[in-house]
């Protein structure tokens, strides 16, 4: 992995949260869980979000990761949430993602996280790998195109006939929206589809609604914090014309093969200085995740790559895989 490209991300990553700290998400009426990339009102009537929210910056679209299913519950929640064997019990429903894992394949933990059992909610198999997988994509051309991009994600959760799992219910929804919003000065626009749960050929451009109509399906207040005249001419009219449909496959600029999180990276990338690398830029070397990236920061400075091993956690094994990727600089 290019050593610059991810001294770039750092710098993307704090514009992130820069993003982030914006408060443009909906109104509620579950418990709000945050997590590293996003945000979500929890449901547990529904066992399910009510919302996923989060920002999508054009760094993020790099799949340097491998995907890797890991399903679990979410130990943020009070209340608790599904296990993977819920919805394995019901053999005509995914638990598919809000929050895409393939958005995700930039960040080893914020792969992760998306594994969350709060952000599944049960969709039909034949709607989740296809049509809701190529929206996901059409998300993401959408987010390269205009410079990263706002999404708020859910289902729809009312008129509900339909339930799955062994000792928790799920709520089957009916419908699932995606709201995306391009909020740059010179672009500002706003975008709302919403979809039946279920195998359907219909092009994308007829699934979009207004977002005031949305709105008013669901009960959310999707952009509350934006100035009345604002929010009225955004989520009014859904206007087409702004957006581009094409929906390629693109590599948005990254072209390396993926690789495994954890896994060595390759010896002819240039080796991390471990006196100014950025936590991101650790959390990528083999045995290093959050913590350990912070230890590292508070032991600085290293007079040599030995002085690694001082930091809580690191032993000699962990060393050795270190030793060929990290540098203390000249």
Known sequence: MNRISLSL???FQSFTVLSQELDFLPSYTGEIIKHKYYTLSYQ???EQPEWVAYYLDTFMLKGMYKRKNSFRPDPLVSTHTPTYDDYNSAKDYDA???LPCRQMQFDCQ????TFYMSNMSPQHWQFNRHKWSDLERLERNMAWRNKGVYVVTGPVLKDIDTTIGITTKISVPKYYYKVILSYH???KKAIAFLLPNKKESTPFVDYVVSIDSLEAFTGSDFFPSLEDVEEDALENYSDKSLWNFENPYLDYGYTN???KCGATINNSISP???NTASPSDLETLPGIGEVKAKAIISSRPFRSILGIKRVSGIGEATFQKLKPLITVGD
């Open 44 to 46: 547990e009537e529904h």
């Open 272 to 274: 991390i200085n471990i």
């Open 110 to 113: 914020a792969m992760a996280e």
């Open 257 to 259: 093969s993926p690789i």
């Open 96 to 98: 598919g993602h809000l």
């Open 9 to 11: 991300i750092s710098v």
């Open 185 to 187: 000065e010179g672009n």
